[in-house]
């Protein structure tokens, strides 16, 4: 990591702050694989790299701080693609930036909502009487089935070849 900080343009680095990044680079600044990157670039369109002959990509410093911005939104703040997406649509590029920056947050990512898969301000933030009915339900069932194999338990004396099973595959 001492090498990418020589990057970033500090400490008489060898490229300047306003310089083009390889992926190599920005995958190493911020400890991320280069097939990430390359996959948030299918999720968030707007994450454009200049890209040179031969498909090689060249980042300019604000697709660093939005892809820094993007790495916050999922890995440090919780949020899923789909929510970081709606961060992007309804902040903007710049708003993700300065998050990238450190210079902004992002509210906490809403309860996703089990219905539609989605989370959102709309989500639902209690139970109705019907879903928790139902969900006592399956308690009630996962606790019968916790005492059945509580009373399958092998007591410790046992031993295993005691409890030789025939061997169904010879009747076949």
């Known amino acids: 990591m001492a090498l990418a900080a020589t990057r970033d343009g500090v400490d008489g680095s060898e490229k300047s702050a306003g310089a083009f990044r390889t992926i190599s680079e920005v995958a190493d600044d911020l400890d991320v694989p280069q097939h990430v990157l390359r996959f ?14 031969g498909g090689r990509r ?13 790495k916050r939104l999922l890995h440090g703040q919780g949020y899923t693609i789909r ?10 590029v710049r708003f993700v930036q300065s ?14 909502d089990a219905d539609t898969g989605e989370d959102g301000p709309d989500a639902p933030t209690s139970m109705t009487a019907t879903d928790r009915a139902l969900l006592e ?3 009630a069932d996962l606790q019968v089935c916790r005492d059945r194999l509580v ?4 007591p410790p004396e046992m031993d295993l070849p005691d409890l030789m099973l025939p061997d169904v595959t010879a009747e076949s």
């Open 40 to 53: 948030w670039e299918t999720r968030f369109t707007q994450i454009k790299p200049v890209k040179r002959a």
């Open 58 to 70: 060249y980042y300019r410093p604000e697709d660093v701080d939005l892809i820094k911005g993007v």
């Open 83 to 92: 929510g970081a997406q709606r961060i992007l649509k309804e902040g903007g």
């Open 99 to 112: 998050i990238g920056r450190g210079e902004a947050e992002a509210a906490a990512p809403a309860v996703r």
């Open 137 to 139: 339900d399956v308690l």
């Open 151 to 154: 009373a399958l338990r092998l």
